[in-house]
């Protein structure tokens, strides 16, 4: 079997969503500090919906899908929908990814939930702290997550 699912390589070939959003409403950016990889998301939301999101990757193929995938997964979703995505839903829409490679998936949960996390706080939403526990060292993940 490939190590590469025919999802991931496409997503990585071909990525949804690349790029940048100038008037985004919440912005996220996360960080695997062993691998160095860099993953930003940006979001664009109305009436709770996520109406737009766009991601910029520096970072490995199976970043680069997951984030691909993760932004069509989100796209036209309510909130509440982008924040219980995990990254497992991401790595089962890409029909699964190498075990030393989930922890690429984890940026791209953590990126969405930090572009929320960011919305929220731009727009002066409540919200409950314990939902984004990760905060603290969002620029410190990949320890635990494989
Ligand atoms: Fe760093 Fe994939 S190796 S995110």
Request: hydrophobic share 35%.
């Amino acid at each position: 079997m490939a190590l590469y699912s025919e999802k991931v390589m496409d997503h990585f070939r071909n990525p949804r969503n690349v790029g940048k959003l100038d008037d985004a409403d919440g912005i996220g950016e996360v960080g695997n500090a062993r691998c160095g990889d860099i993953m930003k998301m940006y979001i664009k939301v109305t009436d709770g919906i996520i109406t737009d999101v766009k991601f910029n990757t520096f970072g490995c193929g199976s970043a680069i899908a997951s984030s691909s995938m993760a932004t069509e997964l989100i796209k036209g979703k309510p909130i509440s929908e982008a924040l219980s995505l995990t990254n497992k839903a991401v790595v089962e829409a890409l029909d699964g990814l190498p075990a030393h490679k989930l922890h690429c998936s984890v940026l791209a949960e953590q990126a969405i939930r930090a572009a929320i996390k960011d919305y929220y706080d731009k727009n002066g939403i409540e919200y409950d702290k314990s939902m984004f526990p990760e905060d603290d060292d969002v620029h410190d993940h990949g320890e635990t997550e494989e």
